[in-house]
């Protein structure tokens, strides 16, 4: 929490930064990374700051790994920030010595990173938690975002684009520095891995907010009141946003822009959904049979 904090410090900075620092790189203002960078980590820090105390079991354990975490990160952040101080890309620059460095510090850092997350997964997995469709969405959730973090590391695969120097790249069918959407900074132009990078990692926050949601309308709503319903529909959420994330980096690979994908990708993306819901409606209707009383049972009541 105390890095989350420094986040929040940071998030301000790069807003001064993008307000002041009229800096153009690689086609976006140069303070809108650490910014994006840093808002993220906000959202994943504290996520992870709150399922931690949840561990009754290897919660030393999972306290020294979000130390790491929190290590690391603050690492990979004083790197881009140095790069931006210096007008340098601090991602896949390979240009001089320096920048092959530094590049290769967030590559240790990010790996040490995940690994850690890697830990805590398994602590968290092992834990049986007093809601199970709550505990599962954690489970699933933080798995997820595994997959979605270490998709990361396929921008540095090589591919036909790659500018001179360049050590791997974020945009799919040309070179990175094109024209880019508002703010979120992916390609218009072609495709970009950091989008299913982006969906997956966040599942840590997106399948834990659904169990809480499907917990709390549970007193209210009569037919999540079973628990096995909202087990099944957690499940069915899990699978349906990893293969959205799956889904993001295929049209990545296609080399479309997120808002232009093809009929194959629209098919995909409308058979995605409607098995969603069908499946959805199908684990909502078959709900456990509710046991009535017997006609003894009732008349000892009357």
């Known amino acids: 929490m105390f890095v989350v904090g420094l986040m929040v410090v940071q998030s301000v900075v790069s807003t001064g930064g ?56 603050v690492v990979e952040m004083a ?48 834990h049986r938690f007093a809601d199970r469709a709550l505990g599962l969405s954690i489970k699933t959730g933080v798995a997820v975002s595994l997959v979605g973090t270490i998709l990361g590391g396929i921008m540095i695969s090589p591919r036909g684009n790659l500018a001179e120097d360049m050590i791997g790249a974020h945009t799919v069918g040309l070179p990175d520095g094109g024209a880019t959407i508002p703010f979120l900074g992916w390609s218009s132009e ?29 007193r209210s709503v009569p037919w999540l009141s079973a628990e096995i319903v909202r087990v099944r529909l957690v499940v069915i959420a899990a699978i349906g946003y990893f293969a959205l994330t799956a889904l993001t980096v295929w049209q990545a690979f296609r080399a479309e822009p997120i ?5 194959a990708v629209v098919v995909a993306g409308v058979v995605l959904l409607s098995g969603v819901v069908i499946a959805s409606v199908i684990a909502v209707r078959a709900q456990p049979p509710v046991e009535s009383e017997s006609p003894r049972e009732l008349t000892r009541v009357g």
């Open 190 to 218: 072609g495709g970009d891995l950091r989008i299913g990078h982006f969906v997956g990692m966040h599942a840590l926050q997106m399948l834990p907010l659904l169990g809480l949601l499907l917990a709390r309308w549970s």
């Open 18 to 73: 993008l307000i002041f620092d009229d800096r153009i790189l690689t086609g976006v203002p140069i303070w809108e990374k650490p910014l994006k960078f840093a808002l993220s980590f906000i959202l994943y820090g504290a996520v992870l700051a709150l399922l931690i105390p949840l561990l009754e079991k290897g919660q030393r354990w999972a306290h020294r790994f979000g130390t790491v975490i929190a290590v690391a990160w």
């Open 259 to 263: 808002h232009q994908p093809s009929v």
């Open 79 to 126: 790197v881009i920030v140095g790069q931006v101080i210096r007008g340098r890309a601090s991602h896949f620059n390979g240009e001089t010595a320096l920048d092959t460095m530094l590049f290769g510090i967030m590559g240790v850092t990010i790996t040490v990173l995940w690994f850690a997350n890697l830990a805590i997964a398994i602590l968290l997995w092992r």
